[in-house]
């Protein structure tokens, strides 16, 4: 089976979110089950320099109007097809933020190319490569299926990945001629939405399947509290619907052989994780005490929950915690909890962006990591910190829900809980948990063995991928 993954996206060549975690892993644990996937990503200028001997394989010389390439590349394991096309994708800024912050006002044309592409290698424009199916992930791919369905690639089957439906890509109507549809695209059935053109609203009424990333999200997004208005398109489709678990790297996110980390240790021997945790206070400023140090790595958002963060500082101090933070986000938010490490100096330290290395440090260092999001389709955060024995508090929606088993009165008597939930998001229901976490904590044996129990977890995409390989022979079988 050949497959098209088509993603703006892909770790390790350049990463914003969970996205590009998962474009990255799903198609290596696909080769186990026999898939050969081709993924088609923008040429970034991160991505190109990354690129050893490329070699053009398809010249695309009117895009929307714009000259492009499509470059063959190989890297850690991925086979790569690159979107050559400087006047779209060679820029200072980040794959979708200019320097200031800013979207790029062409971010339509920008993803709209990038989707043209992956419909014109499925129409069989590469040579020595016609995918038996296309993979799209989120809005930025979504219309991949969209001219698929109104070209030569219709019988294709075609699956779409809500990652966040939060984020849809809607534009105004002005820029429905450039992208080279037809007119009746623009239409309810197609990718117009309230007046605009709605990138993922288009993807979601073309493409054979939708998945989300968990099973609990794909209920979610039926209602209006989650659906961010297109519960509606998504109910229509509710038969083509699938939930599908996230899994991790488990070699690159693996504490027995981490380079990235203090000390090796595994779910067997948890010694090293004292080298770990004595590394993480040094890095972050903190004391050197028996206190838990509680993690944070995030966004620095609404949707995530980390406006609770402030009113839970005392909390957690007043009871001997620590806190680590990791994350940039909302201006007010990282002011707050920036005033907060520097009012609580060796209590609470802060260190705004992103850092690969320091998160698998937090990871292998924290004993609990904060994960109080208002909703989230997967998370890949705490299952990193299942696999690393830092026990996730998290709040009961989407996948978190889906992925950590609650330490409730059963769970604990059955000895398979591997985290808390808390239901109620809200800075009562956080510190109910945090309640939870400080009993649970003052029980080493009993903490220890909750560690323990997450390690166990398997949050491989062995499972995932079986699925995926699954749903792509069901719809392969019926178009054939």
Excluded at 113 to 137: C, N, T
Excluded at 267 to 290: P, S
Aim: with cysteine; net charge negative.
């Amino acid at each position: 089976m050949k497959v098209l993954s088509v993603a703006s996206e892909v770790y390790p060549l350049v990463k914003t979110g969970g996205l590009a975690d998962v474009a990255g892993a799903l198609p290596l644990a696909l080769k186990e089950q026999g898939i050969e996937t081709k993924t088609l990503l923008p040429g970034y200028p991160a991505v190109m320099q990354m690129l050893e001997k490329p070699v053009e394989c398809l010249a695309l010389p009117d895009l929307l109007g714009e000259k492009a390439r499509l470059l063959a590349a190989h890297c850690k394991g991925l086979d790569l097809l690159v979107l050559d096309c400087p006047a779209l994708f060679e820029r200072a800024g980040g794959p979708y933020l200019d320097a200031t912050g800013t979207d790029y006002t062409d971010n339509w044309k920008r993803f709209a190319a990038l989707s043209l592409a992956g419909a014109r290698i499925a129409e069989g424009a590469l040579k020595g490569f016609r995918p038996d199916l296309v993979h799209a992930h989120d809005w930025q791919a979504a219309l991949t299926p969209v001219y698929m369905r109104y070209g030569a690639a219709h019988a294709v089957p075609s699956v779409l990945t809500i990652h966040n439906i939060a984020f849809q890509g809607q534009f105004g109507p002005d820029i429905f001629p450039a992208l080279h549809l037809p007119p009746h695209a623009f239409a309810m059935d197609g990718v117009e939405y309230y007046g605009d053109v709605g990138f993922l609203k288009g993807g979601l009424q073309s493409a054979s399947a939708i998945t989300t990333v968990s099973p609990s999200y794909a209920r979610e997004i039926l209602e209006p509290a989650f659906g961010m208005g297109l519960e509606g398109v998504i109910a229509a489709r509710a038969n083509a619907l699938y939930g599908i678990v996230n899994g991790i790297d488990a070699e690159t996110w693996d504490p027995a052989t981490d380079p990235m980390i203090a000390a090796p240790y595994s779910a067997a021997n948890l010694k090293g994780r004292a080298r770990n945790r004595a590394a993480l206070a040094d890095h972050f400023h903190l004391d050197h005490d028996d206190g838990p140090i509680f993690s944070i790595v995030s966004r620095l958002t609404w949707q995530k929950g980390m406006d609770l963060i402030p009113a839970v500082v005392d909390d957690i101090l007043s009871r001997g915690g620590k806190l680590a933070i990791l994350g940039s986000g909302d201006s007010a938010l990282e002011g707050a909890l920036l005033s907060a490490a520097h009012s609580h100096r060796g209590r609470i330290g802060m260190v705004t962006g992103y850092n690969e290395a320091l998160s698998h440090l937090m990871q292998a260092g924290a004993d609990a990591i904060l994960v109080p999001s208002r909703f989230e389709p997967c998370g890949l955060t705490q299952l990193y910190a299942l696999r690393y024995g830092c026990v996730p508090v998290v709040a009961r929606t989407g996948g978190l829900a889906d992925t950590v088993i609650d330490a409730n009165h059963a769970a604990l008597q059955a000895r398979c809980a591997t985290g808390i939930q808390f239901s109620s998001v809200s800075v009562e229901g956080l510190k109910q948990a945090l309640h939870t976490v400080f009993a649970l904590y003052a029980d080493k044996k009993l903490w220890t063995h909750i560690q323990k129990q997450g390690m166990k977890a398997d949050v491989s995409w062995n499972r995932s991928a079986d699925r995926y390989a699954g749903l792509y022979s069901s719809l392969i079988q019926k178009t054939a």
